[in-house]
C-alpha cells in the first residue's frame, strides 16, 4: 500500500499489511530479499533521513519504528485510536500524522519519540499528505479541502472547490516542486452524465490560491498513487503509470 526508497541500504521498503509486513526489494537486480514482521493493522510506512523506518499501526494505535540493520522493530511510539498515513518533516524532526479519533473527528498529531505533542484539527478526513522542502510545510488534502501546517497550526487553507466558476473537487494526492514550491493537486472526478475526468489544481505556495486548472479526459483511474519527478507528474493507475507534464 506504500514504500519507500532508503538511499543508506539501497534497498525499497514496502508495507504489505494483509500479510502484517514489511517487503524488501533490491532494485538492482530486481529481486525480493524478504520480509520484516511489523504490527497488527500496518497502514503506512516511511522514512526517518537517519534511517529509521516507520510503520503506523491503525489497530494497536502506534507508530512502530524498524531499523533496516536488524530488519526488527525495536521501539514503539503510541499516538492511539487509528493512525494511518504520514510524513516525516525534517526541518523540525517530527512525524505529522493522520489519525481518526471517531465520531468523524480527524485530526493531524505532531510525534516525537516520546508521544504526540501537539494535536491539529482538521475537517475532513486526510487522503494524503506530503512535505513541502521549500518552505518547511506540511500540506494535506482531505474530502474538505487543502490545508498548510506550519510547525503546529494551520497557516493557509483551500476549501472553495471552485476554480473560475468550475467545480474541480478536492485533489486525492498533493504533490510538490522541490524547485520553486508549487503544489499539485490530482484526482480523478466524476460529473454529470457519466463524464470522468482527472483533474490537476496548481496552487500558489504563497497563499493556497488556485492559479490553474487542467483536466484530462479520459480519466486516469483509479489512482492509487502519484509522485512529482523532474517536472513531470507521475501517477499510478491500475496496472499502468501514467505522466502529466504540466
Known sequence: T???????????????????????FSPDNYSYLGSIQVGISP?????????????????????????????????????????????YNPSNGYLYVANDLGNNNYVVQVVGPHGVVSSIPLPGAPSWITYDPVNSYVLVTTNAGVFVIKGFKVVLNYTSAYYNGTYTSFPQFLLVNPDTGAIYGVNSLVQGFGNA?????????????????????????????????NGRIYLLAGSQIYYINP
Open 2 to 24: 506504500s514504500a519507500v526508497y532508503d538511499p543508506a541500504t539501497g534497498l525499497i521498503y514496502a508495507l504489505n499489511p494483509p500479510l502484517k509486513a514489511v517487503a524488501v
Open 43 to 87: 497502514a503506512w510506512i516511511g522514512l526517518n533521513p537517519n534511517g529509521t523506518i516507520y510503520v503506523s499501526d491503525s489497530q494497536a494505535g502506534t507508530i512502530d519504528l524498524i531499523d533496516p540493520a536488524t530488519w526488527k522493530v525495536f521501539d514503539a511510539i503510541f499516538v492511539g485510536n487509528s493512525p494511518g498515513i504520514f510524513v
Open 197 to 229: 475526468y482527472t483533474n490537476v489544481l496548481v496552487f500558489s505556495p504563497s497563499n493556497l490560491s488556485v492559479v490553474e486548472y487542467f483536466r484530462i479526459s479520459p480519466a486516469i483511474n483509479p489512482l492509487s498513487s502519484a509522485v512529482y519527478l
